[in-house]
Nanobody, 124 residues
Framework: QLQLVESGGGLVQPGGSLRLSCAAS????????IGWFRQAPGKEREGVSC????????NYVDSVKGRFTISRDNAKATVYLQMNSLKPEDTAVYSCAADALCRLPLRDNEYDTWGQGTQVTVAS
């Protein structure tokens, strides 16, 4: 059974960068696309980005295009989310999840395996 664990969150100033990691265990990592979602206090969960099982397809929500980059290393069973030029509105709990397809819009009800989340806070 696939399990996901996020890391890399923290407090960063506006304009700063963070790299989140989503480490997977289990035998089927290479068959799954992986999505990143975020949820800010009082707001609905939002799909941020996804990467296909091969890594050949990536998608981003408009609000992070040009600032965030998703990648994966199947040999390490890890997906990364490089976040640059961070803004206060990026503050949220970020979670990774597994699905069969990487497509827009990212719908959380299509993802059936989730990590516990990591807090990202962008503030001065």
């Amino acid at each position: 059974q696939l399990q996901l664990v996020e890391s890399g969150g923290g407090l960063v100033q506006p304009g700063g960068s963070l790299r989140l990691s989503c480490a997977a265990s289990g035998f089927s990592f290479g068959y799954h696309s992986i999505g990143w979602f975020r949820q800010a206090p009082g707001k609905e969960r939002e799909g941020v980005s996804c990467v296909s099982a091969s890594g050949g397809t990536t998608n981003y929500v408009d609000s992070v295009k040009g600032r965030f980059t998703i990648s994966r290393d199947n040999a390490k069973a890890t997906v990364y989310l490089q976040m640059n030029s961070l803004k206060p509105e990026d503050t949220a709990v970020y979670s990774c999840a597994a699905d069969a397809l990487c497509r827009l819009p990212l719908r959380d009800n299509e993802y059936d395996t989730w990590g516990q989340g990591t807090q990202v806070t962008v503030a001065s």
